[in-house]
């Protein structure tokens, strides 16, 4: 296997990723475009006009494609593309990788500036509509969220704060660490995010505790993996097979109450604290576009076991990981109004995962629990070993005690009512074209 070019068994590189293809979508052939056409992310937009309803589409440049517009004008054709013609992508999460790998190179062929049969520009605008001009919606009916805890610097640093003798449990080396979250409270990028209120921990000991808004609003710098066709209830997922479970990724703000998660974690993990929103990017990035950004799994430090049989696969340790870049912006209110830009927070990367997004799958069918198409599946916190790569303010500003220096003379050492967090992502590999996530966004409001 090439290291200039990974590419595991089940997302192949075709035409779709050639670096010399442009589109007739101007704004797609910008160097700095999250959206070029090799990247073609789904989502779920409404027009601002008459033409109104939730449908499936396609984000190319600063425009998206209409796939059931394309579908009407005899441009596209098939089972994928006719799943396209609803509220959510749930019809199309259900089909087979071959059918949206299909789809994929339709779609690619159509845009191609320099392909056999470019539209006129009076279809082009029928097809296309400008992004600026719709309303992005939240791409799935999410059935179920389970949320990892996928990286072991973030597992260590947190842990170092409450067992600083025992930092990483001895169970976190073997197995995939997660939480069934809420799906109800997943919300796309844009909405606001009101600060949740619940029980903190008594300031004294044999006291009782206060109920109030959280004092300790955090961000978690998370990616979000899209599960396509599940499995059935009581049979497993093999990790040589788990890749096709999986449509794509986005990126993922689990947002988290610091306090009241202190006070309530025992003997159960994350509860209130958790389940009071997590915001999700409007675009789906395939497996097929991050085709030519895969890179092998984490590489365990020696000493480390070896993942048990059903964790374990050679396919996966080569290719399993994802070389995707992550930033964390943070601007607050006084920023905005003096006209400033947001401040970055953290850069890390999804490289330092421990576990891999096919293993999380995997692991999670193990005992037999039937995944469907919409689950989401968080990795947890994002985090690498510099304090500058820290995913969450918990760490970034070591539970408060190392506060953020922002621009104007501010400080943070949680959020405050009125900032915006907005995370960022994107791929790039020397002779490939750079792809992006989008954004994905949210500013916090007052409690209730």
Known sequence: MSASAPIHPHAPIDETHDPERRSWVESANAPDSDFPIQNLPFGVFRRSGGDGWPRVGIAIGDRILDVT?????????????????????????????????????????????????????????????????CELLLPLEVGDFTDF???????????????????LLPNYRWIPIGYHGRASSVVVSGSPVRRPSGQRKPEEEGGSPSFGPSRLLDYELEVGIVVGGGNVLGTSIPLADAERHIFGLCLLNDWSAR????????PLGPFLAKS???????????????????????????????????????????????????????????????????????RGSFRDMYWTPAQMVAHHA?????????????????????????????ERT?????????????????????????????CRREGRVAIGFGSCAGVVTPAE
């Open 69 to 133: 517009a394309a579908l009407d004008e005899d441009l596209l054709e098939g089972t994928a593309a006719e799943a396209c013609d609803a509220p959510s992508m749930n019809p199309l999460l259900a089909l087979a990788p071959e059918d949206w790998r299909g789809l994929r190179r339709q779609v690619s062929a159509l845009l191609d500036r320099d392909g056999s049969a470019v539209p006129s520009e009076a279809v082009q605008e029928r097809i296309t509509v400008p992004m600026a001009e």
């Open 149 to 167: 805890y996928a990286s072991i610097h973030h597992a260590t640093n947190v842990g170092s704060m409450f067992r600083p003798d025992n930092p």
């Open 259 to 266: 306090d009241l998660q202190a006070w309530e974690y025992q």
């Open 276 to 346: 009071f929103a997590s915001t999700i990017s409007p675009w789906i990035i395939t497996r097929d576009a991050l085709a030519p950004f895969r890179i092998p799994a984490f590489t365990r430090p020696e000493g480390d076991p070896e993942p048990l049989p059903h964790l374990l696969d050679e396919a996966d340790r080569a290719a399993g990981g994802f070389d995707l870049t992550l930033e964390v912006h943070l601007r607050t209110p006084a920023m905005e109004e003096a006209g400033g830009g947001p401040f970055v927070v953290s």
């Open 366 to 394: 193990s005992n037999g629990c039937n995944l469907r198409p919409g689950d989401l599946l968080g990795s947890g916190t994002v985090s690498g070993a510099a304090p500058g790569s820290r995913g969450c303010l918990l």
């Open 398 to 426: 070591w539970r408060g005690t190392e506060p953020l220096d922002l621009p104007g003379g501010e400080t943070r050492k949680f959020l405050q009512d009125g900032d915006e967090v907005i995370l960022r992502g994107w």
